[in-house]
């Protein structure tokens, strides 16, 4: 009786977990907000699509990721918190332009780009996407400065940043245009000032272990991908900083582990159907732009469905000018991402050890 009475109880935990990863909450498809965000992206990369530097675009559009962050602020708070995130994603790109000559520059460039991001989003509790995008910039800006892409061969460290901060400004320029209407006007759109958003750094015991736990899951993730190869650096990082970030839980982290594995794995899926239908030119545009509307569509109501259009953008971004075997990058980017998650659980549980536990 004993032994059926507590069947039935694991059972029905196994179905409350399963329920929550794949469950979408209860926020509303923002189909507005993703069509600002293509908009976004779109303004650098068909400006230099059809002025025939394509390559070019693809770096600026970069700073489009700015308009994926701080969603949940009001568009005021979010008309003054961005500048401060054009800066931090320009800087990010910044580093990986000029540390991506080295092997050991580069698996510097990515711990420093995420203690920075650390510091910046979760300090100033900044909220979504965290340290994630800023980290991304700084990896794809040095995965294609190293590139052998003609259009870059020849092009200074110092345009990487200057391209990625044009794209930001564009997509900052989008956000921002409906305040020009009255309807955005109005006080009770208005939100907290500049000096009430930044007031200064707050780290609690939980901020804390979150940030350390990131910043040593990203360090061994470094290392380990530099044992593997050296150009598995960032695919290995990235889901560590995804799962790190979810929360302070052990029942909360494990979820979102497998929650974020299994979108990050369909992304990488998603990458291989891309790379199988091969577009070219406007079509790569397009794509790219839907991936980017898709991310701001679901992120709000599946953070794991999410990461199924984060994780080809990235990738189709950091692919160009290279020629890439389907098959090879998709078994590599998929045990990237298997890795990257089972370190980001060692990490927690190993700190759940520590005098830097949440629980």
């Not at 320029?173 to 009255?182: G, S």
Request: net charge positive; proline share 4%; aromatic share 10%.
């Amino acid at each position: 009786m004993a032994t059926s009475l507590q069947s039935k109880r694991t059972a029905v935990k196994a179905r409350k977990n399963f329920k929550e990863v794949v469950a979408l909450n209860d926020n509303p498809w923002r189909w507005g907000v993703g069509l600002e965000a293509a908009i976004a992206m779109g303004i650098p990369l068909l400006a230099f699509y059809f002025s025939g530097h394509l390559t070019l675009g693809f770096i600026s559009s970069l700073g489009g990721l700015t308009a994926l962050h701080c969603p949940q602020l009001k568009r005021k708070e979010r008309a003054v918190v961005l500048p401060v995130v054009i800066l931090a994603i320009t800087f990010s790109s910044l580093l990986g332009a000029y540390m991506a000559a080295d092997v050991w520059l580069k698996m510097l460039c990515i711990v420093l780009v995420t203690i920075i991001g650390c510091v910046f989003m979760i300090g100033w509790r900044l909220g979504p996407p965290g340290p994630l995008m800023m980290v991304l910039v700084a990896a794809v800006t040095g995965k294609i400065a190293s590139s052998s892409a003609p259009e870059v061969q020849h092009l200074s460290s110092i345009m990487y940043p200057l391209l990625v901060g044009l794209g930001a400004f564009a997509g900052y320029v989008v956000i921002v245009f409906p305040l020009l209407f009255k309807k955005f006007r109005k006080p009770e759109h208005n939100g907290r000032k500049f000096n009430e958003i930044f007031s200064g750094l707050k780290f609690d015991e939980v901020s804390k272990a979150i940030t350390l736990r990131i910043i040593t899951g990203v360090t061994l993730a470094v290392l380990l991908a530099w044992v593997f190869k050296e150009e598995r650096i960032y695919w290995m990082v990235l889901p560590v900083i995804a799962v790190l970030q979810a929360g302070p839980s052990v029942r909360l982290t494990v979820i979102k582990g497998v929650h974020r594995m299994i979108g990050s794995l369909l992304g990488v899926l998603l990458y291989g159907i891309i790379l199988l239908i091969n577009p070219q030119g406007l079509g790569l545009v397009l794509t790219v732009l839907i991936l980017q509307f898709g991310i701001e569509v679901v992120v709000m109501r599946n953070y794991g469905l999410a990461l199924m259009f984060i994780t080809p953008l990235a990738l189709t971004i950091a692919s160009i000018g290279h020629n890439v075997d389907m098959m090879a990058t998709i078994q590599a980017r998929v045990l990237d991402t298997i890795i990257g998650i089972v370190i980001a659980l060692l990490v927690f549980f190993v700190f759940e050890k520590t005098k830097f536990r949440t629980q």
